[in-house]
Every structure is written in C-alpha cells, then in structure tokens.
C-alpha cells in the first residue's frame, strides 16, 4: 500500500468520512503514531527489517556526542538538541542495534562487534553503552566505526501515494492500530477490529520469525534501545 490507500482503508474501517469530525490532518496524525507502534512490534522481532547503517568518527575520545554533526563527510547528526539544532532527515536514532569495527569505509567489513552494556558504569574494554545523547566506550578510541539503528520514521500519512516500507501485505495492521486512537476519541471499542488486530499482529510475527531472510530470524549481540 502507499498512504493514499491505507488513508482510504483506515477511514472505510473506521466508518468515518466526515472530516468535520476526524480531519485529513488528526487521521494522518493517527497512522503516523500507528505506524510507529508497527515499526517497534517488527523491530521487537526482527530489527534487520528497518535497520541503517552509518559511520562515526571517533579521535582519541570514549564519548561519542549524537546531538554533535559527524566531523567527516556527510556530517550526519543523529539527535536534536536545542543547542545543535535538529538531527539528519532520515537518521534520527530512535533505537541502537549495535556498533562494529570495521577494516575502512569501502569495505565496510566487520572486524568485531563492540559488546553492549547497560551501565556505563560497568564498561571495559571493548564495551559500549547509551548515556542519554552519548555513546560511551571502554576505550579511548581513534578510528571510524559502524552504527547501525533504527531510525524514526519520515512518511507523510496524508492521502499524497508515498512509499511506506515493503512489508505491504501487513500495512492494514497499521490501520487497524491507528483505529484504536479513533476508538479513544469516539469511546467506543470495537471488538470486531480488535480481534483483527490480534490476528494480524500474530500473522506478522510468524512471517518475521519464519520467512525474514528465508529463515529464522537472526539472533546477534546487541541490545535494542528505545528513547
């Protein structure tokens, strides 16, 4: 589906074309917030399916500031702050998957990946973790490493045919998410859609576990954020 047809089909299962009632700009709000829900239930999975990839600098620190842009070309920067202004389109981190060393930047070959802790307080070596906008290490580094994350979603749920994802035989589970915030504002649940819900949800789980990649879904180190 592009978000012209998920509109469509969220505003045909909630039976609601007045937009008087429910405006283009609160439905498209709904399916914006519902599709992050589908992002974190694939993710919760199978975190390969949305995950990017970038590069980061490091010289001679054990800190990495992601509200700071990247010192060397394209100078991503992955956080917002109110000092540094906002983040790259499209590599806004919503969740770290994990962080490798690597031989160069035309490789892109791993040569380790760093183990994720859940305390600064206990890294050594070569450990990592999250400390609020900070990425810190058990050492002192100078060379470029690979992160790869999640990034927040950028689609525009108004009726425009964008591009969602490819996972388009389970875009009406988005609708049918976004129904449950109508179901809030309208105070009435529907337990027909729901029931839909939990069947849809069930049938994407087992497609990731199953069919991802052809196969069982990956299990590596890492440790899934969310912030």
Same mark, same amino acid.
């Given at each position: 589906?592009?978000?012209?047809?998920?509109?469509?089909?969220? %505003?045909?299962?909630?039976?609601?074309?007045?937009?008087?009632?429910?405006?283009?700009?609160?439905?498209?709000?709904?399916? &914006?917030?519902?599709?992050?829900?589908?992002?974190?239930?694939?993710? &919760?999975?199978?975190?390969? @399916?949305?995950?990017?990839?970038?590069?980061?600098?490091?010289?001679?620190?054990?800190?990495?500031? $992601?509200? @700071?842009?990247?010192?060397?070309?394209?100078?991503?920067?992955? $956080?917002?702050?109110?000092?540094?202004?906002?983040?790259?389109?499209?590599?806004?981190?919503?969740?770290?998957?994990?962080?490798?060393?690597?031989?160069?930047?035309? &490789?892109?070959?791993?040569?380790?990946?760093?183990?994720? %802790?859940?305390?600064?307080?206990?890294?050594?070596?070569?450990?990592?973790?999250?400390?609020?906008?900070?990425?810190?290490?058990?050492?002192?580094?100078?060379?470029?490493?690979?992160?790869?994350?999640?990034?927040?979603?950028?689609?525009?749920?108004?009726?425009?045919?964008?591009?969602?994802?490819?996972?388009?035989?389970?875009?009406?589970?988005?609708?049918?998410?976004?129904?449950?915030?109508?179901?809030?504002?309208?105070?009435?649940?529907?337990?027909?859609?729901?029931?839909?819900?939990?069947?849809?949800?069930?049938?994407?789980?087992?497609?990731?576990? %199953?069919?991802?990649?052809?196969?069982?879904?990956?299990?590596?180190?890492?440790?899934?954020?969310?912030?």
């Amino acid at each position: 589906m592009q978000t012209t047809e998920l509109y469509n089909f969220f %505003r045909s299962i909630i039976d609601e074309d007045d937009t008087t009632f429910l405006t283009q700009a609160q439905a498209a709000t709904m399916l &914006s917030e519902a599709y992050s829900e589908f992002r974190d239930l694939v993710v &919760s999975v199978q975190p390969d @399916v949305f995950t990017k990839q970038a590069f980061i600098t490091l010289v001679d620190t054990d800190k990495y500031d $992601l509200t @700071v842009a990247d010192t060397v070309a394209p100078n991503i920067k992955f $956080l917002s702050s109110a000092t540094n202004g906002g983040a790259t389109s499209e590599y806004k981190i919503h969740r770290l998957v994990r962080i490798a060393r690597i031989d160069s930047t035309a &490789s892109n070959q791993v040569r380790q990946y760093l183990s994720p %802790r859940n305390d600064v307080e206990l890294l050594s070596g070569e450990d990592y973790a999250r400390q609020g906008t900070n990425i810190c290490f058990g050492y002192k580094y100078t060379e470029t490493m690979r992160i790869e994350f999640v990034p927040y979603h950028t689609v525009n749920f108004n009726p425009v045919g964008a591009f969602i994802d490819n996972l388009d035989q389970f875009h009406p589970l988005i609708a049918l998410i976004a129904a449950k915030y109508y179901e809030v504002r309208d105070n009435a649940e529907n337990m027909a859609l729901e029931r839909r819900r939990q069947e849809k949800t069930k049938e994407l789980k087992t497609w990731l576990t %199953r069919f991802w990649r052809g196969g069982v879904a990956q299990s590596t180190q890492r440790v899934i954020e969310g912030f």
